[in-house]
């Protein structure tokens, strides 16, 4: 139980705007999902237009139970008009964790993308009890969430059986509801959290996917733990395959680093599938990008000796540039020697051009040798123009 009687918030969130957004904003969805949408106060989401903020901050510091205090990077050394901020009495991260000192709450450092805990002579005077606090480091896919359960539950324990001093209790803000698209994300992100090496890669960048279209905010750091971890992987194919998810899976939000992550792939193979996944991806935004990175995958797929190494590499090729070039697509596939191979590029160029011209696409599908990947494919085709007609 984490409200009160009168629905009070008891978890007060502190962070700065600039440098710690995402993760404060992260760890309100996942402690809502614990305790209750209503247990978190958390300045963006909890103070309504027309509100005084400043009195809203001060009536919910004085009504929480704990305030977590998250420090990213920047937390420390944020400069404002007259120098560092947190030396202005005004700074409201300063005053939010002064008045909870003060108060006697208890207050738990949280410490996301890498951040340290400060030293006390880094401090104002005011603030350098914080240096002795036990602190928390998270990152969405590496979760120190048991201690911070356990402090918490232990906290409103306490405070429900009257060993804490409750406190000026105030009318709780509004808060709006959170999607069930969020929760089902953090769901997926603790699952990755207890996977290691190549399966936490690939499920991060499956994650990473599904951010881009509800959370795009939380891209740039899921894809930085997702890399990190598909370079800590010993086994050099292992590691390139691992790569080559998370450089498809970004691309759709920042083409450029994904094609970054790619180009630094060692394995010949690999890069080359990398690359064609991007340009893929980036075909319908960006045509001429992954006519680009198509053209120098073709290059290195017709390079390669070992025929079943080049016929699936060409066929991701052939895959990668459908939308964008159908014409050349449709040659490189043809190109294919071997026919199951060639059968399956041709599919996949006609599901690439099913949109653009569904006549074309047809004539592929009827084109493919093979009953059993004729019919496979015209059977895809028509659900893609379902989907498309609706």
Known sequence: MATSDTGVARIFISYRRADDSWPA??????????FGAGVVFQDVDSIQPGDDFAADIEAAVGACAVLLAVIGPQWLAAEGDAGRRLDDPRDWVRLEIEAAIKRGVRVIP????????PS???????????????????????????????????????????????????????????????RLLMSAI????????????????AIISAAIAVAPERVEWLTAEAE?????????????????????AVAAADPDRAEAIARSIKDTIWRQ???????????????????????????????????????????????AVAAADPDRAEAIARSIEDTFWRSRALADVAEGAAAADPDRAEAIARSI?????R????????????????
């Open 120 to 182: 006390a002579s880094d401090l104002p005077p005011s603030l350098q009890d914080l240096a002795r606090r036990q602190a928390v480091t998270l990152s969405p896919a590496s979760l120190d969430t048991r201690s911070l359960m356990s402090v918490l539950e232990t906290t409103f324990a306490a405070e429900e059986t009257g060993q804490q001093e409750p406190g000026t209790r105030a009318p709780q803000p509004p808060r709006a509801a959170r999607a069930g698209t969020s």
């Open 369 to 373: 040798e093979g009953a059993l990947q």
């Open 273 to 319: 599938l990398a690359l064609s996944g991007v340009a893929r991806v980036v075909a319908a935004a960006d045509p001429e990008h992954a006519v680009r990175l198509a053209a120098e995958a073709e290059t290195v797929a017709r390079s390669v000796e070992d025929t079943f190494q080049r016929q699936l590499a060409l066929s991701a090729v052939a895959e």
């Open 375 to 390: 019919s496979i494919a015209l059977a895809d085709l028509v659900r893609l123009l379902a989907q498309h007609d609706r």
């Open 110 to 117: 949280v410490l996301v993308d890498g951040a340290r805990m």
């Open 25 to 34: 904003r992260w760890l309100a969805d996942w402690l809502a999902g614990r």
């Open 228 to 248: 990190t971890t598909a370079r800590s992987i010993k086994d050099t194919s292992s590691r390139s395959g691992a790569l080559a998810a998370v450089a498809e």
């Open 190 to 205: 603790q699952d990755a959290s207890t996977l290691t090496g190549e399966k936490k890669a690939r499920a991060l960048s």
